[in-house]
């Protein structure tokens, strides 16, 4: 079962920010919250991932709670290529993987 | 592009055919996967390899066969499979540190396959 939850659909406008939101209350201490986006029939593309601190890098900003319970993804300027679905995964240490849930689609409109 | 090429990017085979997909990674990594992405279904983690050796198998079926010569490529060997086998195959790779900690995982563009 997935670790986390977001909403399944949000709109975005065209040069706007977009934050999507994700919730992960049940992560443990030594757990990463990472995101990665697919765009229509393509694989996954990593995109930012954090512990505890907020994290930026050239595609977005990661916010994380400080009880870290939740997190929001930010793109601050989104445009029409940012159109994907948007999964926020909790990793587990002990292996490799990855649970993944239904994520975000996120339409960005003109 | 994320160093992780995938052929052939679509596959239509009988359930009768024997067929190869085959992953190959240029970022000098050490860790490789096969997930299957079936239509409005999560990701589900397939085979895990791990300096060639194959650390994780969720209980995949026998009819899908992973093979890994070296570190740079990775199979999966196809052989009588189902119509609801039909999904997106994907294949990833990470740096692979052996210890079993989570690393970023790099996708490669998948394969579309389709049972008949």
């Known amino acids: 079962d997935a670790k986390t939850t977001q909403p399944p659909s949000m709109d975005c406008a065209e040069g706007r920010a977009a934050n999507l939101p994700c919730n992960h209350s049940t992560i443990s201490g030594n757990e990463y919250v990472y995101w990665y986006r697919q765009i229509h029939s393509q694989g996954p593309q990593y995109i930012i991932h954090g512990l505890k601190n907020n994290e930026t890098n050239e595609m977005a900003s990661l916010i994380i709670t400080e009880d870290r319970k939740s997190s929001t993804l930010i793109l601050p300027h989104a445009t029409l290529r940012d159109t994907a679905v948007y999964y926020c995964?909790?990793?587990?240490?002990?292996?490799?993987?990855?649970?993944w849930g239904a994520g975000t689609k996120l339409i960005i409109k003109p | 592009e994320t160093g992780v090429t995938q052929t052939p990017r679509h596959l239509v085979m009988g359930m009768t055919n024997k067929k190869s997909l085959k992953c190959e990674q240029h970022l000098g990594h050490n860790a490789m996967y096969w997930y299957k992405q079936s239509a409005k279904k999560p990701l589900e983690l397939m085979f895990v390899y791990n300096f060639k050796e194959q650390t994780e198998n969720n209980s995949v079926p026998s009819r899908f066969s992973p093979e890994c010569p070296n570190s740079s490529h990775l199979f999966l060997h196809l052989h009588t499979l189902q119509p609801e086998d039909s999904a997106l195959y994907l294949c990833?790779?990470?740096?692979?540190?052996?210890?079993?900690?989570?690393?970023?995982?790099?996708f490669g563009p998948g394969t579309r396959l389709l049972v008949l």
């Open positions: 995964i909790v990793s587990m240490d002990s292996n490799y993987q990855l649970i």
């Open positions: 990833a790779s990470s740096q692979g540190s052996g210890t079993g900690k989570f690393e970023t995982q790099y």
